[in-house]
């Protein structure tokens, strides 16, 4: 199966997320491209067999870029074998609230581009303090304090499931 990876990411765990994706599909068979989404919006999506968007929530919204990109192939993503990557620290925890707020973020993304995702893969993503200037250094303990996450300044935590990421993959191809 040919796959188009497509990726915006803000300060590297959606990158890294998705270069995990590209390099398992392509252990498994498959030919990968993966690229930033701002290099995807003018590609003929049509040229593949499956299409995986990924970007990442801060403050309640997914960068313009993916969201442009969604918008401009939003007619070939609907009839394409496509499916929506969205990372977020809140998918670590198993708080109902988050999770509601998580949904309701992919429902407005789905409004604001006119592409509804069949599969929609949440992914933990990571807290990346060593790409934090201070304010959001200062912003994202603050975050993580609240629940209850012990975090260092300066230092990175990740908070991906790659297993539960390898079976979400499968799921969605149909090959788990």
Same mark, same amino acid.
């Given at each position: 199966?040919?796959?188009?990876?497509?990726?915006?990411?803000? /300060?590297?765990? $959606?990158?890294?997320?998705?270069?995990?994706?590209?390099?398992?599909?392509? /252990?498994?068979?498959?030919?990968? /491209?993966?690229?930033?989404?701002?290099?995807?919006?003018?590609?003929?999506?049509?040229?593949?067999?499956?299409?995986?968007?990924?970007? #990442?929530?801060?403050?309640?919204?997914?960068?313009?870029?993916?969201?442009?990109?969604?918008?401009?192939?939003?007619?070939?993503?609907?009839?394409? =074998?496509?499916?929506?990557?969205?990372?977020?620290?809140?998918?670590?925890?198993?708080?109902?609230?988050?999770?509601?707020?998580?949904?309701?973020?992919?429902?407005?993304?789905?409004?604001?581009?006119?592409?509804?995702?069949?599969?929609?893969?949440?992914?933990?993503?990571?807290?990346?303090?060593?790409?934090?200037?201070?304010?959001? #250094?200062?912003?994202?303990?603050?975050?993580?304090?609240?629940?209850?996450?012990?975090?260092?300044?300066? /230092?990175?935590?990740?908070?991906?499931?790659?297993?539960?990421? =390898?079976?979400?993959?499968?799921?969605?191809?149909? $090959?788990?």
């Amino acid at each position: 199966m040919k796959i188009l990876i497509a990726y915006a990411s803000t /300060e590297g765990q $959606t990158r890294k997320i998705a270069r995990y994706c590209a390099d398992y599909l392509t /252990e498994q068979g498959h030919t990968v /491209e993966l690229c930033p989404a701002e290099d995807a919006t003018d590609t003929s999506l049509s040229r593949f067999d499956a299409v995986l968007l990924a970007g #990442s929530l801060h403050a309640g919204n997914y960068q313009p870029v993916l969201v442009d990109l969604a918008k401009a192939q939003a007619g070939t993503l609907r009839n394409a =074998k496509a499916a929506f990557l969205s990372v977020s620290l809140a998918a670590a925890g198993d708080d109902t609230e988050d999770w509601v707020g998580l949904r309701n973020c992919v429902t407005r993304f789905a409004e604001e581009t006119g592409w509804t995702p069949k599969t929609v893969m949440h992914v933990a993503g990571a807290f990346r303090f060593s790409e934090y200037d201070f304010f959001k #250094s200062w912003a994202m303990r603050w975050i993580a304090k609240e629940k209850d996450q012990s975090v260092k300044p300066g /230092e990175d935590k990740e908070y991906t499931d790659w297993a539960a990421l =390898k079976t979400a993959l499968g799921d969605w191809l149909g $090959t788990a």
